[in-house]
């Protein structure tokens, strides 16, 4: 996975609350076992119409709103765990989705695809979904580093949560196997201190 840096970027708005995970990534296209071209079919039944042109009133198809963060309603992520979910938000170009509350299946999901679910009070919330209606191109900064969330439109700043072993892992770029895999000489000199230890 790439490293998380800070991100300043514009974002697209969706004020819509329990989005979930059928919404995200419909059934039936979740006979893929790979990740590639799912982000083509992210938000699909909102975002085309059934000949599969593009329904031209979702912020999808709007050119207006781009960029890579997701500001969603609260409680995203909702319903089945399917992992499919996060590969279409981070194949659509997605590296940040913020929400004043995710399901904990997604969330883990999110991390575990290198995308990071932001949770911020439903104020803040609000606030980003004002400025970007007052502006299309109002950005966002998020600092994992510190833990940093800010409008930039209005200067408003919050701290958010996040597992230290997930922070970790998005900062330096690994998944699960290459965390274990960095550090493999920890583990095996604690596996010969053990008393049973193969030698």
């Known amino acids: 996975m790439d490293k998380f840096t800070t991100i300043?970027?514009?974002y697209v708005p969706l004020p819509i609350e329990n989005v979930d995970t059928d919404q995200i990534i419909p059934a039936r296209f979740l006979k893929a076992t790979t990740r590639e071209g799912f982000g083509d079919n992210l938000f699909a039944d909102w975002r085309y119409e059934k000949d599969g042109s593009p329904k031209s009133d979702f912020v999808l198809n709007n050119p207006t709103y781009k960029g890579e963060v997701l500001v969603a309603g609260k409680n995203f992520g909702s319903g089945s765990s399917r992992e499919h979910a996060a590969w279409a938000i981070g194949g659509y170009g997605f590296k940040v989705v913020v929400s004043s509350f995710f399901a904990d299946i997604f969330q883990n999901n999110a991390l575990n695809n290198g995308i990071l679910p932001v949770v911020v009070s439903d104020e803040f919330l609000s606030q980003?979904?004002?400025s970007s209606d007052n502006d299309a191109n109002a950005t966002v900064t998020v600092n994992l580093e510190n833990q940093i969330i800010?409008?930039?439109s209005t200067g408003e700043s919050e701290s958010f949560e996040i597992n230290s072993y997930k922070k970790e892992c998005l900062l330096k770029g690994l998944d699960d196997i290459d965390f274990l895999?960095?550090?493999?000489d920890k583990i095996l000199q604690f596996e010969q201190q053990r008393p049973f230890a193969y030698k």
């Open 181 to 184: 895999m960095s550090n493999m």
């Open 128 to 130: 980003l979904f004002a």
């Open 8 to 10: 300043t970027s514009t």
């Open 150 to 152: 800010t409008n930039n």
